[in-house]
């Protein structure tokens, strides 16, 4: 008789029956084993390794590793710890203004309580308006980890002159709701720019705006360059091939790279064999200043020649078949085509004789100007901030945004203008000179204008 072979054979059993005790048995016992060797080693060691493991005790614990998202919040986090503080992490995030939103939108979004954004835009008012926010510019908001609470707005956008530039809000100390104003310390902080007169010279090939950035610029200077002849040439019928022009201006640099251009300092233009100059000049008590030529005649007019900035004519004054109507039909004025949104101008300084919406003409605007003269502006987006009747408008404020609005075929702007009740040509009417730089100022004057016209006589180019 074999009285083992059943209580193996139970044994056998259990084991296929239950394998996962018998691991977690294996597993105590290998822990078990490690402790016993363990026990063993230290009362086999050394006097001095007991000595050195004693010491080991005494040195501080390291800090455990802690990732940070920016080198500033990491300085004060281990700061802080080093002065035997708990440090709270300060949370950056980042975001973009979307199309046709606002600031409160985008904070909104971010979750930032609505007592902030009010604190924040009133901190903003006189630094920087929050009005101007632009589709894809960069928002970052710093915030506390635990509570939510703004600590930091920052606002990444291009200055006036180009270079890179933020608006930054701080919260200040200790402030939280129900705390006196202001909550926030508000500053924009701008790139240092420098600047390097350079002379472009060319020829029109096909159009001033193609010439010109084939000779170096681009649309913004080409709409400057504009501006300096826009009482005397309407660059968007008396341009011809072959007409030559010169433009002293400043290439603006920030931390060594390009940025754009600022002023122009002096022009030329040869139209059609007419050479017309102009020199930029503004008096040291600043109650001088334009572009004036080489006897300090005044280029400004009372009337510009064009309600906006270089675009392209799509009908002229004059008869023509109607795209609506289909019919021949007199067009009392000009049509400029350009993209829905764009700004306009009024010509001249005056005072707003309509600002509404017509069957024909849409949202239409109508100015009264001095000597009889009256401009019509039509089709329009919108009206500027401001613009109703009986408002004063000076000459070149924006007064309204090209639209298609009323019975039009598609975006642009019709402009129209009278003369004692009258429609007459706007590209045919001469307007009156300003006034020229008064004897006191001659000397001055000549003094400023006498490089540049060295520069556009040696006919430098780039």
């Known amino acids: 008789m074999h009285p083992r072979r059943p209580i193996l054979k139970r044994v056998k059993m259990k084991q296929n029956k239950n394998p996962l005790g018998f691991l977690i048995g294996a597993l105590l016992l290998g822990v078990f084993w490690g402790l016993l060797s363990q026990w063993g080693a230290k009362s086999e060691s050394t006097p001095d390794a007991q000595k050195a493991a004693s010491e080991e005790k005494t040195v501080a614990p390291t800090p455990p590793k ?20 708990h440090a709270q992490t300060p949370l950056k995030s980042y975001d973009r203004v979307g199309r046709n939103e606002s600031l409160s939108v985008v904070l909104d979004r971010n ?10 835009s009133r901190s903003l008012k006189g630094v920087f308006d929050v009005r101007t926010v632009r589709p894809g510019r960069v928002v970052v908001l710093e915030r506390e980890s635990n509570s939510g609470k703004l600590l930091s707005f920052t ?47 060319g020829k029109v090939k096909s159009t001033l705006y193609q010439s010109l950035i084939d000779a170096g610029g681009n649309a913004y200077l080409v709409n400057r360059f504009a501006d300096v002849f826009t009482w005397d040439i309407d660059f968007y019928r008396e341009v011809q091939n072959g007409d ?20 122009v300092l002096a022009a030329e233009y040869v139209n059609q064999g007419r050479a017309l100059r102009g020199y930029l000049y503004a008096s040291k008590d600043e109650k001088v200043q334009g572009y004036f030529d080489e006897k300090g005649k005044c280029l400004e007019k009372t009337f510009l020649k064009n309600p906006m900035e270089i675009a392209r004519i799509t009908s002229r004054y004059g008869q023509r078949f109607h795209p609506v109507l289909k019919r021949r039909k007199q067009h009392n004025g000009v049509d400029y085509g350009a993209s829905r949104g764009t700004p306009f101008w009024a010509v001249a300084d005056g005072t707003v004789k309509e600002a509404r919406y017509s069957r024909s003409a849409g949202n239409m605007i109508v100015l009264r100007h001095r000597n009889g003269y009256e401009t019509e502006y039509f089709h329009a987006k919108g009206f500027a901030r401001g613009i109703r009747r009986g408002a004063k408008v000076k000459q070149r404020q924006i007064i309204g945004y090209v639209g298609s609005t009323g019975r039009s075929t598609g975006p642009h702007l019709h402009f129209g203008m009278k003369k004692h009740g009258r429609y007459v040509n706007p590209g045919r009417q001469k307007f009156p000179a300003g006034r020229p730089i008064p004897k006191k100022y001659m000397g001055e004057y000549q003094k400023v204008m006498a490089p540049l016209k060295i520069q556009l006589e040696e006919n430098q180019q780039i």
């Open 155 to 201: 606002y990444r956008y291009r200055g006036e002159n180009g270079a890179p530039a933020k608006a930054v809000a701080t919260r200040l100390p200790n402030k939280k709701h129900g705390a006196p104003e202001p909550w926030f310390k508000a500053e924009t902080i701008a790139t240092p720019v420098t600047t390097q007169p350079v002379v472009l010279v």
């Open 66 to 85: 802690i990732v940070y998202q920016d080198n500033a919040a990491q300085d004060l986090a281990l700061a802080l710890i080093q002065n035997g503080r």
């Open 244 to 263: 030559a022009f010169k433009v002293v201006t400043e290439k603006k640099y920030a931390n060594g790279s390009f940025v754009g251009f600022g002023r």
């Open 111 to 120: 979750g930032i309580d609505s007592l902030d954004v009010h604190h924040l």
